[in-house]
């Protein structure tokens, strides 16, 4: 059975960075990757992708966006994959990604981590914690944390 390798990424172009150190240290038929993108709570119009009805795009449009743009990263980045021979799948979810990651790591068993780093000023760092450090802090898993 190919192992776990969760994907965490963001809706920024900047995902696709995170794609290669995948396609570099992980194997066709030996790793299974998964790619996770966690959403803001009041950003998440639905659980799942759907059509936005009159109502929903009127009232939250900004909401309808970042979730489109989401969705969309999702399934770029998993065609990527899956067009490198990888078996793939992936999922938005709404909820703080440290929390989002950690728990999908836990439930799919995961053997490794990929995920970006926002090169923060230090400053920005005492503000705001590296959501990579605060995962790194919480798993028992190695993880690789590429530029993003």
Same mark, same amino acid.
């Given at each position: 059975?190919?192992?776990? %390798? *969760?994907? @965490? &990424? #963001?809706?920024?172009? +900047?995902?696709?960075?995170?794609?290669? =150190?995948?396609?570099?240290?992980?194997?066709?038929?030996?790793?299974?990757?998964? %790619? *996770?993108? @966690? &959403? #803001?709570?009041?950003? +998440?119009?639905?659980?799942?992708?759907? =059509?936005?009805?009159?109502?929903?795009?009127?009232?939250?449009?900004?909401?309808?966006?970042?979730?489109?743009?989401?969705?969309?990263?999702?399934?770029?980045?998993?065609?990527?994959?899956?067009?490198?021979?990888?078996?793939?799948?992936?999922?938005?979810?709404?909820?703080?990604?440290?929390?989002?990651?950690?728990?999908?790591?836990?439930?799919?068993?995961?053997?490794?981590?990929?995920?970006?780093?926002?090169?923060?000023?230090?400053?920005?760092?005492?503000?705001?914690?590296?959501?990579?450090?605060?995962?790194?802090?919480?798993?028992?898993?190695?993880?690789?944390?590429?530029?993003?």
């Amino acid at each position: 059975m190919p192992s776990p %390798v *969760l994907i @965490a &990424i #963001d809706a920024s172009p +900047a995902y696709a960075a995170l794609l290669t =150190p995948a396609r570099r240290y992980c194997r066709p038929g030996e790793h299974e990757l998964h %790619v *996770l993108l @966690a &959403i #803001d709570s009041t950003f +998440a119009v639905h659980d799942k992708p759907a =059509p936005y009805t009159a109502e929903e795009l009127e009232e939250y449009p900004a909401a309808c966006e970042e979730q489109r743009l989401g969705d969309r990263a999702v399934a770029e980045a998993v065609a990527l994959l899956q067009q490198a021979g990888f078996s793939s799948q992936g999922c938005m979810v709404a909820g703080q990604p440290v929390e989002a990651i950690v728990a999908k790591v836990q439930e799919l068993d995961c053997e490794l981590i990929i995920m970006g780093h926002r090169h923060l000023s230090r400053l920005g760092r005492l503000l705001d914690p590296s959501i990579s450090a605060k995962v790194i802090d919480r798993v028992k898993v190695p993880v690789l944390v590429g530029a993003a």
